[in-house]
Structure formats: C-alpha cells, structure tokens
C-alpha cells in the first residue's frame, strides 16, 4: 500500500511545485509592493500601494518589482508541495479521501494550521532571503547602496553576521503568520469547494476552483495580515552598530506597532495583500487542479 502511494504523492508534489512557481512568478509585483508597503512606518507621509509600485518601476524599472523573486521561487519549491499534500495526508487520517468532505471546517483548519507550520519551518531561510532582497530595493531607491547583490550573497552575509541559525529569525512570527493563513488557504477552499459542489452551485470544474479560490484569499488575507506585518519587519531588522535590534521579539513588535502607528498598521498592506492572494490563490489552485486532472490524479 505504502508503494503505491509513493509515485502518487511524488506526483502531488512535483505539480504542486509547477502550480505554485506558475502563480508566485504572475503576481510577484504585488508581493514587493505589499512588503514595502509594510516596512513603510511613517504615519506623516500615507503612501498607497500604487505610489509605492508607481516609485520601484520609476527608479528602478518593470525588473525592480520581481526583486527577490529567484529566492521566492525556490521558497515555493519547499514550501507549497509540503503544505499541500501534507494537508492531503493529515486530512486522509481522519477519514478516507472519498469521505473528507465530511470533516468539519475547525478540524480542517487545525489540519491546515498544522501542515503550514511544517512547511514553513522547512522554508523559512529563503522566505528570509526574499523579504531582505525585496527591502534591498527600496534602499536603492533612496540612494543606498544594496546590501546584497543576490540570493547567494545574501544567503553567505546572512550566515557571516549572524550564524547558521540566522537564517531562522522571525521564525515564529512567520509559524504564526503560516498557520493562520493555511487555516485560511487549505481550509477554507477545501470546504468552500465542496460547500459549492455539494449544493450544485458548480461542478468540480473551473468555476467551483474560482470561486473557492476567491473566498480562500479573502479568509486568509483578514486572519493573517497583522502577523504578516510583525513577520516582515522581524525578518527585515539587522543588527545596529550597538549590538541591538528595533524589536526584541514578535509581541515587542505587535506593541511598537500599534502604540506609534496606531491598530489598523497592524493591517498595513492588506489591499495588496488581497490583492495578491485572491489572483495567486487562482492561478495555484485552478493550474493544480488542471494538472491533477490531466496526471489522473483526484481533485484536491
């Protein structure tokens, strides 16, 4: 039995990473611009995501927005495939494939939680590369000099400064952030699908996958982005001159945050956000089902 199912989950996770290479390469300029739009801490002077977007392809040209994409790629290449299909497998613990529609939303969001946290221990040094190179670009932008010149440099400076276990800061706000947003993503598609399939709304077909792809975004989007913001600056912040850092941990963060910026920065690029998850949760989940469909392989 355990056999057999090697060359399928194999299978799952090689489509799993061609989905989410396809959906991280088509909405990447979101990603730069919501994480600038995040690391933009001063309140005198609002910024919009399209001044922000408008400033990178002015400065920098239509290449700047896909700074610090080789890096998100390969974070996806670890990160989508475990998630996905381990969601998959907790989920087939329960109950047989044939019958998880019947498991209730709190227990796929648990499930969902769960597989993103795994996943994202697993990917957490290049979604760390990525965030520095995406910040890297709005130094160039203000006259600095880069930091890095690109992944690999990144990568080696990381490690050099602050130890292999460098490549690990802002873990837990990025597992914080990872298991709400699956609970958002995983779950909330999941059983959005089958609600939409179930009461004849749609067949198993692009429309269902649209439409659930839709209400995953939005879920995840509302539950995540104030943890998202924490992650980003955690994983942004180096080390001064004197030794110390702006934030000594996550909830120092989520307290500096809201006491200077006031409560709603906590969901500071949430627009873009959206804006990205709705259109990357399309491409991923209808190009995974697509390619699912065309190996022989079952609907998610």
């Known amino acids: 039995m355990a056999e057999q199912q090697s060359p399928i989950i194999i299978n799952k996770i090689v489509l799993a990473s061609l989905s ?11 990603d730069i611009t919501k994480t600038r739009l995040q690391l933009h801490t001063t309140t005198a002077t609002p910024t ?28 996806h290449l670890f990160y989508t495939p475990i998630r996905t299909v381990g969601y998959e497998q907790l989920r087939h613990v329960f109950v047989p494939h044939d019958h998880h529609q019947s498991l209730s939303l709190p227990i796929k969001a ?19 590369v990525k965030v520095r190179m995406q910040a890297d670009g709005r130094r160039v932008s203000q006259g600095l000099e880069p930091r890095y010149s690109g992944s690999v440099d990144a990568l080696n400076k990381i490690i050099k400064s602050d130890g292999f276990k460098g490549l690990w800061r802002g873990v837990f706000p990025n597992i914080q ?9 995983l779950a909330c598609y999941d059983h959005a699908k089958h609600f939409v399939i179930h009461n004849q709304i749609a067949y198993d077909n692009i429309y269902a996958h649209t439409l659930a792809s839709m209400m995953s975004g939005l879920s995840a989007t509302t539950i995540s982005c104030p943890a998202d913001v924490v992650k980003t600056r955690m994983m942004n912040q180096v080390v001064g001159v004197d030794g110390k850092v702006k934030y000594r941990n996550s909830y120092d963060c989520l307290i500096k945050t809201v ?10 690029g949430f627009f873009p956000t959206w804006a990205r998850l709705g259109p990357w949760q399309f491409v991923f989940w209808v190009s995974y089902e697509k390619f699912r469909l065309i190996a022989g392989l079952p609907s998610f």
């Open 177 to 185: 952030r990872a298991f709400l947003v699956n609970m958002g993503e």
């Open 110 to 128: 648990v499930i969902g939680g769960v597989s993103g946290v795994i996943a994202q221990v697993v990917a957490s040094p290049a979604d760390l």
């Open 48 to 75: 919009s995501a399209f001044q922000i977007a408008g400033d990178i392809v002015r400065k920098q040209g239509v290449t700047g927005l896909y700074k610090g994409l080789s890096p998100a790629i390969i974070r």
């Open 20 to 30: 989410a290479m396809v959906a991280e390469t088509t909405t990447f300029p979101i």
């Open 259 to 268: 006491r200077f910026e006031g409560f709603r920065a906590l969901w500071k």
